[in-house]
């Protein structure tokens, strides 16, 4: 199934740059409310996330992944064969491993309603299962960690350590798990305009 998002033509699949607005920072204004949050709330419904999580969430992590909403962004995280693809800048292991599997990287649609798969199916329902006793908005908060770092460490307390950051284009960041979460409930707060973000940290 080929998914489309509003805002996105085939030419900017397949190399050209999206339009310059959407390279602004977040506000109540930002056009990716009226381009891209309806495809990503469409996927929240779809995928069964309603209660769980929202559409400005997914808008604000895939703005933290590729602050040009860029379709075509490949960025090496690591060596050249872990590429990170799209809007929701998967790995190519990670998005085969889906279900279903990401057929197009590189489709706008596609990436949005994986990110929600992935979120949901894999980092929630881990964060769940490690954190049972912590806040929903706490677990929430180790979810979109494990987005950045992936579900499948032992212990909550991986994605808060210092020693856990983000490589881009083969080089470290210094941004940690938590950091990288926080700074995707900042995006939060300044797309909706509001003093408070879904997410909450230890």
Known sequence: QI???EGFKVVDRFGANTSSSL????STSHPALSLILPTCNA???ALGATGKFDGLLVLSMLYQE??????????VAGTPKLIARGLGQFLYDTGKSLSPKIEDFYNPGDAV?????????????SA???GKTLPKSTILGYAVMMYNAGPNRSKLAYYDSLSVVNKVN????????KKYAREINEHYKKFSGSGTGPLTFV
């Open 128 to 130: 769940t299962e490690k």
């Open 23 to 26: 390279h602004a920072k977040p």
């Open 66 to 75: 590729n602050r040009r909403f860029s379709a075509r962004s490949a960025t």
């Open 170 to 177: 083969g080089q470290r960041t210094n941004v940690t798990c």
């Open 43 to 45: 996927a929240v419904a």
């Open 113 to 125: 309603y994986a990110t929600v798969r992935y979120l949901l199916d894999y980092c929630l329902k």
């Open 3 to 5: 998914r489309t998002v």
